[in-house]
């Protein structure tokens, strides 16, 4: 919960919102437009299966991030030394019952971003040597 209060307050100094339920329309998160997500969980487990909690930071994982689904690029917007602004890019882009699933690649993991397209409510998953990451989260609209 503190992570999701701290996200919220982020995206507030940012002067960004998360709208009202009764204002997502369908399509709002469609990848139409760039949107700023916020990480407010995450879960690592190492391949002996044991796994434990963590934050965005721990893992090396962008707190706050920018998607870029038509540029096809993912932006670093958390502040930790030498990573603003870091791109990561999309390599595929896929729409299935109402959700744009994003996938792509740094370094030597791999990585899939599932986005609501009508809540902007975020999965992910990371997966690299004997490691993986599900990473989970919101995203607003700029």
């Keep these: 919960m503190r992570a999701m209060l701290l996200v919220v307050a982020v995206l507030g100094m940012l002067g960004l919102s998360f709208p009202q339920p009764s204002a997502y329309a369908a399509g709002k998160f469609d990848g139409s437009a ?13 391949a002996d299966g044991r796994c434990q909690r963590g934050t965005a930071t721990d893992v090396n994982f962008p707190a706050i991030f920018q998607v870029d689904a038509a540029g096809k690029k993912l932006r670093n917007l958390h502040s930790n030394p030498g990573e ?3 791109e990561s890019p999309i390599r595929n882009v896929d ?3 109402g959700k744009m699933i994003l996938s792509g690649a740094e ?3 791999g990585w899939s971003v599932l986005i609501h397209e009508s809540t902007g409510q975020i999965s992910a998953a990371v997966a690299g040597d004997g490691e993986g990451f599900v990473i989970f989260g919101q995203c607003a609209l700029p």
């Design 34 to 46: 760039p949107v700023i997500c916020g990480t407010t969980a995450v879960t690592e487990c190492g």
């Design 107 to 109: 370094g030597d993991r």
């Design 84 to 86: 603003q602004g870091k």
């Design 95 to 97: 729409h299935a019952n």
